[in-house]
């Protein structure tokens, strides 16, 4: 009888900063639109947060048949924000800004979570790869699978985008006080 296989999961996270100047809540959102990450869709967005999934397992051998015996998932997150470079200067705006910045994290973590999530799940299905009468045969099993979830992953994180309005509906709004 086979021992279940032993996964491993890592997270890392990583911040990058874009700057952006303004003593009013119009100056930041225009600094904002002008500085921040354009992505795939062509909107420019406050902030996006990108993820790499890596895995990598070994196989065991037992009467011929090939199971995973280990698997290791690896998570890296990075956090794409807006830095305000001198928010000192501006008052009142600092109370907004603060609270948006919080919001906003906030949001981008949901990213994270799903990722990460998602992981998990990826050392399941690999973990349960059993009974193949070649490593050959798991590896496109295992390759088929993962690449299920990871296409459920694009399309988990797309939903959360549209149920939230990318981080509207939590809060995630510069706007005056």
């Given at each position: 009888m086979r021992s279940e296989a032993s996964c491993e999961l890592k997270v890392k996270e990583k911040y990058e900063y874009y700057d952006i100047e303004g003593v009013t809540v119009?100056?930041?959102?225009?600094?904002?639109?002008?500085?921040?990450?354009k992505w795939g869709d062509g909107i420019t967005y406050a902030a996006v947060t990108t993820w790499n999934i890596h895995y990598d397992y070994d196989v065991t051998d037992d009467d011929g048949r090939c199971s995973v015996k280990a698997v290791r998932t690896s998570v890296e997150i990075v956090y794409h924000l807006p830095r305000w470079l001198s928010p000192d200067s501006a008052g009142t705006l600092l109370s907004s800004w603060n609270d948006y910045m919080a919001h906003l994290k906030k949001h981008e973590f949901g990213h994270k979570e799903i990722a990460v999530k998602s992981a998990g799940e990826i050392n399941e299905v690999l973990a349960s790869l059993q009974n193949f009468k070649n490593e050959s045969d798991l590896d496109k099993e295992a390759k088929r699978r993962t690449n299920e979830k990871l296409r459920e992953l694009k399309d988990l994180q797309v939903a959360y985008d549209a149920k939230t309005r990318h981080g509207a509906t939590q809060g995630a709004v510069l706007a005056s006080q």
């Open positions: 119009g100056d930041l959102q225009k600094a904002i639109n002008h500085n921040g990450t």
